[in-house]
């Protein structure tokens, strides 16, 4: 008995390298250079959006790292300059919980440059303790939702005026865990609050805005892709409760290590949106694993993404002043 046991051990080792592979997902395999491009990626000073710079900046592009914390996003441009001397990088203040803050930020960005030709809204939390942002939206949904919304909207002009360019929305396989209800969405009150539903639904409203956003967009030489990045291992997990947990975590590792990607696996799906050269034919899809995929039945009702557009036109205040 204790023989055929050790006999096993061999193919169990096997079964878990290719399942390790399969959960590791797709690669970027494009060689496309950035030479002249201007990008903005946010939540740039960690996770998959700092190697998204780091990518973008090795391949010659001129990189705005939007970020929270100055302090923070210097640190991550430190650490990418270390290894790229050439990175052409700039740090601007970003907060998306804030229409204050993404309107600086904007007016900042148009003074400082001519062109965007790949905007990609990478920022988001998860899971978050219930709070609102400045302006009196449900955190997760102020964030991944609104404050890209409006940031996009506000920058609409540049990315149409540099086509051909391309908007990214990063989104999340949570999204099939959300629901348009759009009495609560914005805000359901803390003691109707689910941490899990407020964060799938934020992310179904980023798949929902992808879709109209592309209608709108059609025939202007501006694509739209979304896109579920994997399940990371990042700061994203910082509201779990196992995450800060010395203990819990050395016990969970051979478990985050099997079935979790690193952020630079987790980057892959995002650089494909922003390098592939098929993208601008796909434009309004969903893609995991840098491969088109189908989302969930409610992502794809566009009574629902549309009504979600007339909605966040209102919330953020741009119904008067923003025409698509």
């Not at 900046?57 to 923070?72: D, K, L, T």
């Not at 990315?159 to 989104?171: H, L, Q, T």
């Not at 209608?215 to 990042?234: E, I």
């Amino acid at each position: 008995m204790a023989f055929n046991k050790l006999v096993l051990i061999p193919f169990l080792a096997i079964g878990l390298y290719f399942l390790k592979k399969y959960m590791n997902g797709g690669i970027c395999t494009s060689d496309a250079r950035l030479d002249g491009k201007t990008i903005i990626v946010t939540g740039a000073n960690a996770g998959i959006g700092k190697e998204t710079v780091r990518d973008l900046a090795r391949r010659g592009g001129h990189v705005i790292m939007g970020c929270r914390s100055q302090y923070r996003c210097n640190a991550a441009a430190n650490e990418i300059r270390q290894e790229n001397s050439k990175a052409d990088l700039v740090l601007m203040t970003l907060d998306l919980s804030s229409f204050k803050s993404i309107r600086e930020f904007v007016t900042e960005f148009k003074q400082k440059e001519k062109n965007l030709h790949i905007l990609i809204n990478n920022a988001g939390v998860m899971w978050t303790p219930y709070q609102k942002t400045e302006d009196g939206f449900e955190m997760q949904f102020g964030v991944n939702h609104l404050g890209h919304f409006m940031l996009t909207t506000l920058l609409l002009d540049v990315i149409k005026a540099s086509k051909p360019s391309r908007i990214i929305n990063v989104s999340s396989l949570a999204h099939n865990g959300g629901t348009m209800d759009f009495d609560t969405i914005s805000d359901p009150g803390e003691e109707n609050y689910s941490k899990n539903s407020a964060y799938g639904s934020s992310k179904l409203a980023n798949i929902l805005y992808t879709r109209e956003l592309a209608k709108r967009l059609k025939g202007t030489g501006v694509s739209v892709a979304t896109l579920h990045p994997g399940v990371v291992d990042s700061e994203l997990m910082r509201y779990v409760s196992y995450a800060d947990h010395p203990i819990i975590r050395a016990i969970f590792w051979p478990v985050r290590s099997i079935f979790m990607k690193t952020t630079v696996q987790g980057s892959q799906t995002t650089l494909c949106c922003a390098l592939n050269d098929d993208i601008p034919k796909l434009s309004g899809k969903y893609f995991s694993d840098c491969a088109v995929k189908e989302p969930s039945a409610a992502a794809q009702n566009d009574e629902d993404a549309k009504k979600l557009w007339d909605l966040s036109m209102k919330w953020t205040g741009l119904e008067k002043e923003a025409k698509i």
